[in-house]
């Protein structure tokens, strides 16, 4: 069965090895995680997603005031956990908590070669709007999408 809950600093070390084994180019460090955690409740939604007490995957949202743009900071499942509609839960989740903080839109970069994650947006009704070269380091491209909050 999934669960799901708000992280707390002690999942910081957890977080912080799931973070390497699926993003190793450019993966978060233990003090970004910390930073995400300390904003809870303020400018910052997390949701953890588990399994048998395990986590499992992972998602997180900024929204600095009311009236801009959201900020989609991250969204990651475990590959064996991929498929089951959990990514796409907790960014409703997300996009729910952002409207009521306010945000007129979600934006977020993903990197250009990360398919799975386009699919997710594109199912989402992200659109494209730009590029960014070497946005997660050299050769690495990310793709910046967006979506209205009506």
Request: no cysteine; glycine share 8%; hydrophobic share 45%.
């Amino acid at each position: 069965m999934i669960t799901y809950r708000q992280p707390t600093v002690l999942d910081v070390p957890v977080l912080t090895s799931l973070e390497r084994s699926m993003f190793p180019d450019y993966p978060w460090s233990q003090a970004q995680f910390k930073e995400e955690i300390a904003g809870l409740g303020g400018t910052r939604q997390f949701i953890l997603a588990l399994s048998d007490g395990s986590i499992i995957g992972y998602a997180g949202i900024m929204v600095v005031a009311a009236g801009v743009p959201a900020d989609l900071l991250t969204i990651a499942i475990l590959p064996d956990f991929r498929g089951q509609g959990l990514a796409q839960q907790m960014l409703a989740e997300l996009e729910n908590w952002a409207k009521a903080k306010g945000a007129t839109e979600v934006i977020l970069e993903v990197d250009t070669k990360n398919e799975s994650a386009i699919r997710l947006y594109n199912f989402a009704r992200y659109e494209e709007i730009s590029t960014r070269a070497n946005y997660y380091g050299l050769g690495i491209d990310a793709l910046i999408m967006r979506k209205e909050l009506i």
